[in-house]
């Protein structure tokens, strides 16, 4: 009788042991050092719409694995999802350095792709305006930014949150009416 006791919670320790998975790690696009930009002087730029593919779009981390294939990472995910995440980290670091002239940006994220020991990138069409104008853009723009990654995943979150950094200095850069036309990236 005490045999078949045994076996049985060996058994059961066994598949409670097999059930336990790896701990879920979250990261962010909001980078832990702040942008260095002086909110006190400048009102933001508010932004009026936000789209990300969808395949990319939802709390895991999804990173590209060859040509044609998607892997959705079950253990690392982003604190919100991906699009969340990318407002969050915009809404962060753009500034309006002409507090007269209220400004919005609609931003349609075409491709955002991360492959761990090679690259993440972020292809964006972007329009910025003023608020309380007609649909009228100031500019309309396409910027693709590309930084190189390590293999690790938390490599690959660093390498985004710069491409979002270098996303936020050109709308910045734009919004501030120094330049004609859509800086280059």
Known sequence: MVYPLKIS???ALLLLAACRGDPI???TLTPAQPSGISRTSAADIQIEGLSVPPQVDRPQIVIRQGNSGLAI????WWGASLSDELRSALVDQLVNSNPQ???SVRLDVQRFDSIPGQYALIDVKWRLRNLGESENALITCRSTLQTPS???IEELVIA???NVKRLA???????SGIQKGCPSA
């Not at 990472?73 to 690392?76: A, F, Q």
């Open 25 to 27: 790690q979250f990261h």
């Open 169 to 175: 200095a050109l709308i910045n850069q734009a919004a």
């Open 150 to 152: 390590g293999p690790s």
């Open 160 to 162: 985004q949150q710069n």
């Open 9 to 11: 919670l060996v058994t």
């Open 73 to 76: 990472l079950e253990t690392e």
């Open 101 to 103: 002239r209220k400004m």
